[in-house]
């Protein structure tokens, strides 16, 4: 009796996830894994693909580091060599700085549109291609209604969309799945090696439809999220390669 309440339950529980547009993801979990501890704030600890992602990032370092969190996303979840548009007023990234995050800049489409309704009519045109992996895009407010029409975009074409959000003046709720704060952190750089040590960010996951919303330190390493506690061992093994 109580396997088969267990087994009810966990079928209601994707019924629901479904109806809500969170469908079964499609990457392997040896993608999700490399997530770090980030995944398990998601159902079922998948990140959810196909679906609208808010960044709040009212501070121009704050979007330069939200921008390159999200290349981190991008790369270890979308297919290899997958095509992403990124749509903007003006330009926040380095296109070459992606390299860092293994994303190929050859991959990004770059449109800078004038007005912030064109930018909105672009990416919910974009959202719509099937032909596309991920579409990111930077505006000053995004509203109910607007991030509605958004997801009910990609819940029809499982394109999945990360919307960098200015103002945080007015948060009203959106029909996004997750709502994020990135902050950029001091990095550490590596004994023996040139640089300034890999990415590092303050990461608050805000809120997340039916998962549970947290914060880390997290660091970009080894083509993956590390929690900055696990930091010292990878700069362990790297100074082991270099002695």
């Known amino acids: 009796m109580h396997s088969n309440k267990a087994t009810i339950f966990s079928q209601l529980q994707r019924d629901i996830l479904r109806l809500e547009g969170l469908k079964p993801a499609v990457t392997d979990a040896s993608k999700d894994h490399k997530l770090g501890p980030i995944r398990f704030a998601f159902p079922n600890a998948h990140f959810p693909l196909g679906a609208i992602h808010e960044f709040l990032c009212q501070e121009p370092e704050d979007a330069a580091a939200t921008a390159g969190f999200i290349g981190g996303i991008i790369s270890l979840l979308i297919k290899e060599r997958a095509t992403i548009i990124w749509i903007s007023c003006k330009q926040i990234i380095f296109p070459p700085a992606l390299l860092s995050f293994n994303l190929a800049p050859e991959q990004v489409i770059f449109i800078q549109l004038e007005k912030e309704k064109q930018i909105l009519w672009a990416v919910e045109e974009a959202l719509k291609c099937k032909g596309l992996e991920a579409v990111v895009a ?57 640089g300034v040590g890999f990415p590092r960010w303050d990461v608050d996951l805000l809120k997340v439809r039916n998962g549970k919303p947290a914060k880390w330190k997290i660091e970009w390493a080894s083509g993956k999220f590390v929690p900055v506690s696990d930091a010292a061992v990878l ?3 790297e100074e082991k390669k270099t002695g």
């Open 235 to 237: 700069y362990s093994e």
């Open 138 to 194: 930077e505006v000053g407010d995004l509203s109910f209604t607007a991030s509605r029409r958004l997801q009910l975009a990609v819940e029809q074409s499982r394109v999945t969309g990360f919307i960098l959000r200015r103002n945080e003046q007015n948060l009203d709720t959106t029909a996004c799945v997750t709502r994020w704060k990135i902050v950029p952190l001091p990095s550490i750089s590596i004994e023996g090696l040139p």
